[in-house]
């Protein structure tokens, strides 16, 4: 069964400086993942503390991954502790396949950058569908 982060610790804000899908793109580069993602000494820190505020019975945080609500590519807030939780860690990570889906629908023109983090920060579960 999929988690979702609890209902009084989400979603957090869209950051203002979201990617934008190719279509929308000017002359400046979007920022990615890679360059805007907080470091692991504030998330691991981040997901110790979310762990025992969510009252997970499993409190060893190698079996969580410190992930956003609304993924760094849908322009989620990248440090903002609203939009970051600690989730059940999955190999493969069921979560990275509705972002992706969600991410092409936008890059496509056939889903809003709004709808798209409305989706997926209301019910991560069925954001794609």
């Known amino acids: 069964m999929a988690s979702c982060p609890t209902p009084r610790a989400r979603p957090g804000p869209p950051t203002r400086t979201s990617p934008r899908p190719p279509s929308a793109r000017r002359s400046a580069a ?3 993942p890679a360059t805007i993602r ?7 820190a981040l997901k110790r503390q979310q762990i025992v505020a969510y ?8 079996g969580y991954e410190e992930d956003h609500l609304i993924a760094l590519e849908l322009g989620g807030a990248p440090s903002d502790q609203r939009n970051l939780w600690p ?6 990570n069921p979560k ?13 023109g056939s889903l809003t950058l709004a709808e ?3 989706r997926i920060a209301t019910d991560w579960t069925t954001a794609a569908r």
């Open 87 to 92: 989730e059940p860690a999955h190999l493969p």
């Open 55 to 62: 009252g997970y019975p499993d409190t060893d945080p190698r």
């Open 38 to 44: 907080p470091p692991a000494s504030y998330t691991n």
């Open 96 to 108: 990275d396949k509705v972002e992706n889906v969600l991410r092409q629908r936008v890059c496509a």
């Open 30 to 32: 979007p920022a990615t």
């Open 116 to 118: 798209a983090q409305q």
